[in-house]
């Protein structure tokens, strides 16, 4: 498929070569004598056109192989521009030994000792000229892939990232409050009892909100009262939480379970006992989201492995230049978070990434179809200049018929690959294949 899908563009290159020179030399007052010197003309132009677009194209992809993504770059251009030319020259020589010793039937003694260089003049010029537009062509379609490429591998990183730094949550979370229950049941069994209930309702929100990489304030502020609800069955009276009793605007967004972390930390981190009580706040400032606790250090404390704030830190990086702020004095702690904008959408990993993949397809299919429109314009602006062309040389042999069935067939090979359409081995074949493959296996 590959080798006749080159052939068809090489004879579609040497078509449009043949025109081009076919009107200079009109221009020019030239013409055929009859419809047979048109055809041999032709042919002899095919045969040029489909060596050295063959030649070059596979050149081509031996510089992609040997430099891959760093063939346009100055040093490797040279060298490939360098192989480029010695390889035209090479095929150019190949072409002259067919016409001349194999056609005209010269003896290769007397072909070499009469072949000059200015044999080659036109036939590389030509050549260049072509060649040095796909190499263009290519460059500039290399260098939009390429950013494309780019692009695509920043966002998948960062949704990668993502991803990783939100499932961290479940194993943190749950060790947690594992810990605390296990505590409950040996100090109060009726407290660990609610302890579990409140538990199960918090773990569902933590559960729903496990693909979202945004959720409301108001979303927000709520399971943070339901989680301190949970911290006061165990520590009773020696918690007191203040939240704002309205917000500025309750759809605005933040990063899901960013405030049970920090609210969890302080309470890790601080002395919570009925002597010393723990004053935790939440409140709006200046955009943020701020969580205030008094600063009561525990004495005896486990060196802290900074997963929670590194964790939120990290997640509004990937949403955000708005940095998360850390305020910390001998009397107070506080963490502001960013409100993000009520018109930042709640997005699903799953959903986004198949309507990413979606919209791929679609594009590709797009601009399959564009191509072959305008490949199919082309050959019908073009057939009625052959037919022109084939009266006004007077030639008494319709020679057009061979340039229009001969790019005729490229086009109906280009249609054939445009709507997957394949007579011999098309959809109904592979599905036998594969199904006949898979019972073998089994």
Known sequence: MRILKDFGKAFFVGTLVFIILGLI????????????????????????????????AYYFDFLLKVFPNEVFKLKNLLKGLLGGILVTLLALFLIRIITEVLIEGRGFSEFIASEKMQYYYISFVISVVVTTIFYVAYYYRNKQQTIVKEQKIIAGTASAKFDALKN??????????????????????EAATRFTTSLSKVYRYVLEQKNKELVTLEEELKFAELYMSLLAVRFEDSIVFTSPSKLKNPQAKVVPLSLQLLLENAVKHNQVMPSKKLYITISEENGNLVVTNNSQPKQVLKEST???LRNIRDRYALLTKRPVLINENPKEFSIAIPILGENLQIMNTSDTYISEKKYKLAKKRVEKLKGFYIHLTLYILMAPVFIYLNYI????????????????????????ETFNYNPFFGKDWEARKIRELMDKDE
């Open 306 to 308: 900074g997963v929670g």
């Open 393 to 416: 040389s007077r030639a008494g042999f319709p020679w057009a018929l061979f340039p229009i069935v001969g790019w005729g067939f490229g086009v109906m090979g280009h249609a054939a």
């Open 25 to 56: 030399q009109y221009a020019n007052g030239y013409q055929y004598d009859n419809g047979r010197d048109i055809l041999i003309t032709f042919l002899y132009n095919q045969l040029y056109a489909v060596i050295l677009y063959m030649v070059n």
């Open 168 to 189: 961290q949550l479940d194993p943190h979370f749950l060790f947690n409050s594992l810990n605390v229950l296990t505590s409950l049941i040996e100090e109060n069994p």
